[in-house]
């Protein structure tokens, strides 16, 4: 069991993390600073993976033998926005009311943050034979941007880990899988012409709702694939967000912009659907479309993509979560995480923290103190298991 002293340390930690406004479009530095100097407190170095202009860094650090692939805590520093006049009070100052901690994110997921920075005297007491590597990111809550050139140096500037336990919030439960979204922007340039002379013009929106229409044919045959009951619901979907265009009610608009977003589960090949949008484009739409306007164009272009996560049914990582976390069952969830990214990039990878994605997000949001007492035995368990 951790130390009595764990727990009230967690939470002041905690009550730290939370009073940095890190809101993912704000710098973290301020926060990754009071995380390296707290490290540097208890003996431990900091590496770190500054953005170019040094808004924003990564943190990387090891516990144990340099020498031996760890196993990474892992986690994100920064949170979505809080909008003060629908909370109780300030989002940035915690508050504890009974055996909950409020604060924009206490869940989602600075609760685990200080739960692993609690236990860092404990680890430095352990005579660590496998490491245990900190893994602070940024940007995971834009399309989980901010981790990528931190895996990048895994294997050179870093040591790959042996495994990576992402800490977002499952109330501690071990999650082998989650869905992965794949945006596109798609922009459809036409000709303008004054509305009752249409014959000159080419109308960008009526190609784009051909296009949605082509998209809404491959949503029903998303839908219509094997379902997976790991997942709810249990297959890929398909939506488009956003459409602008026109810009009067008496010209053929020459412009439409949409967007467009796959949840894609493991297995599902995303790149096929993209394929099959632009053949449709270029078979059934640009060919009319330049026979009146040659600049006419459609041009698809993926924004963002975060792998789905789905971990290998032998994962060593799976079965050590299983038997710390004390369950005998994994879930899978439909939000993503940096699971799948470094799963893409050759790092098992599990995902198991405190507090419940339900908080997540949400005004007041917060996290029981249970929660954060079932994260430091979880990783109070990890230690033992590093030991021997
Ligand atoms: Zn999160």
């Known amino acids: 069991m951790p130390s009595a002293e764990t727990t009230p340390s967690a939470i002041e930690l905690l009550s730290r993390l939370v009073a940095f406004d890190t809101t993912s479009h704000k710098s973290n530095r301020a926060l990754v600073s009071f995380v390296e100097d707290y490290l540097a407190g208890h003996g431990v170095t900091s590496h770190l993976v ?10 990387f650090a090891t516990i144990g ?8 805590l ?39 943050l200080a739960c692993v920075l609690a236990m860092v005297p404990e680890f430095k007491r352990r005579k660590l034979k496998v490491p245990l590597h900190i893994v602070f990111s940024y940007d995971e809550e834009v399309g989980c941007t901010g981790v990528r050139p931190m895996i990048a140096e895994l294997g050179s500037r870093l040591p790959t880990p042996r495994a990576v336990i992402v800490g977002e919030p499952t109330s501690m439960a071990v999650v082998d ?36 229409g082509e ?29 602008t265009g026109g810009i009067a009610s008496n010209i053929v608009p020459a412009i439409c912009r949409f967007g467009f977003e796959v949840r894609s589960m493991p297995g599902l090949d995303v790149d096929a659907i993209e394929q099959r949008l632009t053949a449709f484009a270029k078979a059934q739409c ?19 993509r975060v792998p789905p996560f789905g971990a290998d049914r032998m994962s060593e990582v799976i079965a050590l979560a299983l038997k710390l976390a004390g369950q005998n069952d994994t879930g899978a969830v439909s939000y ?5 990214l470094f799963q893409a990039a050759g790092v098992p990878a599990v ?26 035995a979880f990783l109070d368990s990890l230690a033992d298991w590093a030991e021997t």
């Open 74 to 112: 892992s986690g994100h520093t920064d949170v979505v926005p809080a909008d003060p006049a629908v909370w109780t009070s300030d989002p940035f100052t915690m508050r504890r009311d009974g055996g909950r901690l409020y604060g924009r994110g206490t869940a989602d997921m600075k609760g685990y």
């Open 215 to 243: 998209l809404g044919q491959i949503e029903r045959e998303l839908a219509a694939l094997p379902p997976d009951p790991r997942f709810t619901p249990p297959y890929p979907t398909l939506q488009v967000t956003e459409v």
């Open 50 to 59: 500054p953005t170019p202009d040094g808004e924003k860094a990564s943190l």
């Open 65 to 72: 033998p340099a020498d031996v692939p760890g196993i990474g």
């Open 286 to 304: 640009l060919p009319d479309m330049q026979r009146l306007a040659p600049e006419a164009d459609i041009v698809i272009r993926q924004s963002n």
């Open 336 to 340: 993503a995480t940096e699971a799948g």
């Open 351 to 376: 995902v198991c923290g405190p507090g419940d994605i339900a908080q997540a997000h949400t005004a007041d949001e917060w996290i029981a103190i249970s929660e954060i007492e079932r994260c430091l």
């Open 177 to 212: 899988a989650h869905k992965g979204p794949v945006r596109w922007q798609v922009e459809v340039t036409g000709r303008a012409a004054h509305s009752s002379m249409a014959h000159l013009g080419v109308n960008a929106i009526s190609v784009a709702a051909r296009l949605i």
